[in-house]
């Protein structure tokens, strides 16, 4: 397998979640930890990573950072999402590995074991400039996204993608269209896939994407990933089953008590 390095990137300033990064998570045993520091632990049990570094642009994150015990490697406010983020650190820290990993700061139930897979996969598929997983949607996981969506919230991101695996489009809305009035039977035999927030770049076509502007597409779903398909990049999606937990992002305060009961039921500290 290549050698790939983990990044987080963290910002402070989110329209609907302020100082997310520094937002506080309690464990199985009632112990609050930062979701930064929750992402952060995620990472390191990840094997084979030739190392991990937090990438942000303030200071509390980057303090709460090295309280921790965590390295940071300070990036420009003008980045627009975590991919030009990952881009800027990449050229900070020099040729640390050929695959950058992406884990987003905001998905501490991400599982680890992932990352290697997509790195796999990247090995497997040299025409492809990045990877990343979709899960299934468990009749829970997809409960809770219609919640989000009839109350007005943006909830998780769905993924779309071909028998091969090519990526054909991402939305924060559910894709497929399942209709306002269908039943949960129904929804849950449409095939709907979470996308995951974990990305697996070439540092090649981490440079590509940098150099380039935002999609149209991209700008209007608030979603960086669609770039690389407006540039007829190839994002291979690695399908999976669910997962026995929902990998549920915080995206919203709401989500923080969901996060918190999957967090005590699988037992993590």
């Given at each position: 397998?290549?050698?790939?390095?983990?990044?987080?990137?963290?910002?402070?300033?989110?329209?609907?979640?302020?100082?997310?990064?520094l937002?506080?998570?309690?464990?199985?045993?009632?112990?609050?930890?930062?979701?930064?520091?929750?992402s952060?632990?995620?990472?390191?049990?990840?094997?084979?990573?030739?190392?991990?570094?937090?990438?942000?642009?303030?200071?509390?994150?980057?303090?709460?950072?090295?309280?921790?015990?965590?390295?940071?490697?300070?990036?420009?406010?003008?980045?627009?999402?975590?991919?030009?983020?990952?881009?800027?650190?990449?050229?900070?820290?020099?040729?640390?590995?050929?695959?950058?990993?992406?884990?987003?700061?905001?998905?501490?139930?991400?599982?680890?074991?992932?990352?290697?897979?997509?790195?796999?996969?990247?090995?497997?598929?040299?025409?492809?400039a990045?990877?990343?997983?979709?899960?299934?949607?468990?009749p829970?996981?997809?409960?809770?996204?219609?919640?989000?969506?009839?109350?007005?919230?943006?909830?998780?991101?769905?993924?779309?993608?071909?028998?091969?695996?090519?990526?054909l489009?991402?939305?924060?809305?559910?894709?497929?269209?399942?209709?306002?009035?269908?039943?949960?039977?129904?929804?849950?035999?449409?095939?709907?896939?979470?996308?995951?927030?974990l990305?697996?770049?070439r540092?090649?076509?981490?440079?590509?994407?940098?150099?380039?502007?935002?999609?149209?597409?991209?700008?209007?779903?608030?979603?960086?990933?669609?770039?690389?398909?407006?540039?007829?990049?190839?994002?291979?999606?690695?399908?999976?089953?669910?997962?026995?937990?929902?990998?549920?992002?915080?995206?919203n305060?709401?989500?923080?008590?969901?996060?918190?009961?999957?967090?005590?039921?699988?037992?993590?500290?």
């Amino acid at each position: 397998m290549s050698p790939f390095a983990i990044l987080i990137p963290a910002r402070y300033a989110s329209t609907r979640f302020p100082g997310k990064p520094l937002a506080t998570l309690r464990g199985a045993e009632g112990n609050p930890k930062s979701l930064i520091q929750r992402s952060w632990e995620c990472a390191m049990g990840v094997a084979g990573a030739v190392g991990v570094w937090v990438a942000t642009d303030d200071e509390r994150i980057a303090d709460a950072v090295a309280a921790f015990g965590g390295q940071v490697v300070m990036t420009s406010p003008d980045c627009a999402n975590g991919t030009e983020r990952c881009a800027e650190a990449i050229d900070w820290l020099g040729p640390v590995a050929p695959i950058v990993v992406n884990l987003q700061g905001d998905a501490p139930l991400s599982p680890a074991a992932l990352i290697p897979r997509l790195v796999e996969r990247l090995d497997e598929q040299p025409e492809a400039a990045m990877a990343t997983p979709a899960v299934r949607c468990a009749p829970s996981t997809l409960a809770h996204l219609r919640a989000d969506a009839a109350a007005g919230r943006v909830g998780g991101t769905t993924a779309m993608f071909s028998r091969s695996g090519r990526a054909l489009y991402f939305s924060k809305r559910i894709l497929p269209y399942l209709g306002d009035d269908a039943s949960e039977a129904t929804a849950a035999a449409a095939n709907v896939h979470l996308h995951l927030g974990l990305y697996a770049y070439r540092v090649e076509a981490l440079r590509r994407y940098a150099s380039v502007p935002p999609a149209a597409f991209e700008q209007a779903e608030g979603l960086e990933q669609l770039r690389f398909l407006d540039q007829d990049e190839i994002v291979s999606v690695v399908a999976v089953p669910p997962l026995g937990w929902d990998p549920i992002e915080l995206n919203n305060p709401s989500d923080v008590p969901v996060i918190e009961q999957v967090l005590a039921a699988r037992g993590i500290l």
